[in-house]
């Protein structure tokens, strides 16, 4: 059974650029959130998405973009691409009305911007 | 706006000792708490929840909560060097999947 897979897992883009990451959610698991967690600190939520919707969005500008597809997965869109968006994405899965206990993260992806 | 903080470290333990991570909240609503492990390049790993006052054990790891003071605590007897890593402390944000981090604290075991 595969967990939370992430692709790419490095990623190196210029200033101003847009760039999509993508998420597949563990089996059976239906829900995924994206969190942001920059060099140093702790991971920081962006949003979630279940049945195709945004369901909560954390304190990110409108840059920052979701979707998520019938089949679960979910990619990230961040536009005009800031050197402070260098970091670790990391994408969750969870299943809902399961406790969050039941989250998993996936390996993640490592922005830098340059 | 919730926040969670936590001592950044480096704590530094001899092996076999007792590691004490702390974590304070600012939201005494909350109602569930978590404890990751990080390794260095790695993606945090669950290893405790705990939603009731007291203890809560875990093989070698302890969770304490002290919802009067607003305070989470996580032990690690016997500590191994393999436990070296980053501990995040972790609230619930208001829904599912919603998590509010500490910036973790550094933890090292010593041979």
């Known amino acids: 059974d595969a967990g939370v897979t992430q692709s790419p897992t490095h990623l190196i883009k210029t200033r101003g650029q847009q760039v999509t990451l993508r998420c597949s959610p563990k089996?059976?698991?239906?829900?995924v959130s994206w969190y942001q967690q920059a060099l140093g600190q702790g991971p920081q939520f962006i949003f979630q998405y279940y049945e195709e919707e945004e369901r909560q969005r954390g304190n990110f500008p409108d840059r920052f973009s979701g979707h998520q597809f019938p089949n679960y997965s979910s990619e990230l869109n961040v536009n005009a691409l800031l050197l402070g968006d260098s970091a670790l994405y990391l994408c969750?899965?969870?299943?809902?009305?399961?406790?969050?206990?039941?989250?998993?993260f996936g390996p993640g992806t490592r922005l830098l911007v340059l | 706006q919730k926040e969670v903080e936590q001592n950044s470290g480096p704590l530094s333990v001899p092996e076999g000792a007792i590691a004490s991570l702390n974590c304070t909240y600012s939201d005494r609503g909350s109602q569930s708490f978590f404890w990751y492990r990080q390794y260095s390049g790695k993606s945090p790993e669950l290893i405790m929840f705990?939603?009731?006052?007291g203890d809560k054990e875990d093989g070698r790891f302890t969770a304490q909560l002290n919802k009067a003071s607003q305070y989470v605590s996580l032990l690690i007897r016997d500590s191994q060097p393999s436990d070296s890593a980053t501990y995040l402390c972790?609230?619930?944000?208001?829904?599912?999947?919603?998590?509010?981090f500490g910036k973790g604290t550094k933890l090292s075991v010593k041979p």
């Open positions: 969750a899965s969870s299943a809902v009305g399961r406790g969050i206990e039941t989250q998993y």
């Open positions: 705990i939603y009731s006052n």
């Open positions: 089996s059976g698991h239906d829900t």
């Open positions: 972790a609230v619930e944000g208001g829904s599912q999947g919603n998590l509010i």
